[in-house]
Each structure stands twice: as C-alpha cells, then as structure tokens.
Antibody, heavy 119, light 107 residues
C-alpha cells in the first residue's frame, strides 16, 4: 500500500527555521516525484515545488522560489520542505504528494502538516 | 502562470440529483486536467486525470469532460458521501496550478 507519512504539527515564532518531512513507503520512492502543496485556512491549493529523489532534480513554482527549500534523502525514502526564516503568512497546511512527472497530477497524498507561525 | 477559475464557489444539490462543476483555464491546457476531492479535515484525493479518466476507486457516477479551456466534473447522482470541496488542476504548462475549489453541499 502506497503511503506518504508526514511529520507532526509545528508551532513556531516568526524568524525561526523549520524543516518538515514526508516519508514514502509501499512503492519505489526514488522513481516518483514528490511535490509540496500549500493550503491556507479556508482557501484553495497552491502548487509549491517538486523533487525527483533519484537525482534530487528540484523545480519550484515562481511564487515559492527562494522562499522555501525542497530536498530529499532517497536512502530513507524521505522528502523535506524547509524554511530559513518563517513569517506569519507561512501559517498553513502543507501536503506532500506523489507524481509520475514534474508536471503531472498527484495520485497519492500525505495527510498534511499544519504549520502555525505566531509570536 | 495559467489561472484556473472554478464555478460556482458553492453548489447545493439534493441527494440523487446531478451536480455539475466547472473549471476554466486562462489558456488551453489540452487534456492535462485533474480533479481532486477534499473532505473536511482530509487530504485531497485524486478523482479524475487526463480530463476524463477515473482514478482507481473513483465511483462511476463521477465523470469528467472538457475542451482545452473549459472543463466539467459531473456527479450523476449525488450521494451523501460526495459532500466535499472539489479542486481542478492543470498540468500542461509550468507551473502546474489549481483552481480555487467548489464546495458541494447537500440541499
């Protein structure tokens, strides 16, 4: 069974750093892309970026380029989403999801990680 | 970036009736269009890809159609478990983008 298990909720202060994770199982992790999607409270989905764990080829939506860093460690089947300096506007649910290509639909999703940034 | 616009924002439909959801792309996206269902407190789930292909486990009452910029998700006979937000996504041009979602509620 394909599963993407995300790390737990986070509460951080503005200016702090954060790295959340997404561990894949039940399939060949290295041979599928892992994307990240933001959902702010009561709003739609925003496509952030995507990584191919096999060679760490990473693509970012222009809206998120420079704002976050996506990485992966194929040895432990885990992808990451990282912030250097959080802002209150980063408060949202973040989902990881699996795709067969960098520009494709997502066929499996993690349950999401809620990130709250508040002073 | 291609802007995806969904309408209506909220759709109220009686049980057993047909629900028709629309998604419009600001540029042609061929048939590279997916629909996702998101129930409260849950992650989105892929329903339809390639404009009209049902994903594994998607009931036959869900169907997708379209023509490059205008797309439709139809639920032929609404069931109580279909109450959810439905999102469309284009993956034809970089960057992929989602619509704002349509909330389907039971009348």
């Amino acid at each position: 069974e394909v599963q993407l298990v995300q790390s737990g909720p986070e509460v951080k202060k503005p200016g702090e750093s954060l790295k959340i994770s997404c561990k894949g199982s039940g399939y060949s992790f290295s041979t599928y892309w892992i994307g990240w999607v933001r959902q702010m409270a009561g709003t739609g989905l925003e496509w952030m970026g995507i990584i191919y764990p096999s060679d760490s080829d990473t693509r970012y939506s222009p809206s998120f380029q420079g704002q976050v860093t996506i990485s992966a460690d194929k040895s432990i089947s885990t992808a990451y989403l990282q912030w250097r300096s959080l802002k209150a506007s980063d408060t949202a649910m973040y989902y990881c999801a699996r795709g067969v290509g960098p520009v494709y639909d997502f066929d499996f999703w993690g349950r999401g990680t809620l990130v709250t940034v508040s002073s | 970036e291609i802007v995806m616009t969904q309408s209506p924002a909220t759709l109220s439909v009686s049980l057993g009736e047909r629900a028709t959801l629309s998604c419009r792309a600001s540029q042609g996206v061929s048939a590279d269009l997916a629909w996702y269902q998101q129930k409260p407190g849950q992650a989105p789930r892929l329903l339809i890809y390639g404009e009209s292909t049902r994903a594994t486990g998607t009931p036959a009452r869900f169907s997708g159609s379209g023509s490059g910029t205008e797309f439709t998700l139809t639920i032929s006979s609404l069931q109580s478990e279909d109450s959810a937000v439905y999102h469309c996504q284009q993956y034809n041009k970089w960057p992929p983008s989602f619509g704002g979602g349509t909330k389907v509620e039971i009348k």
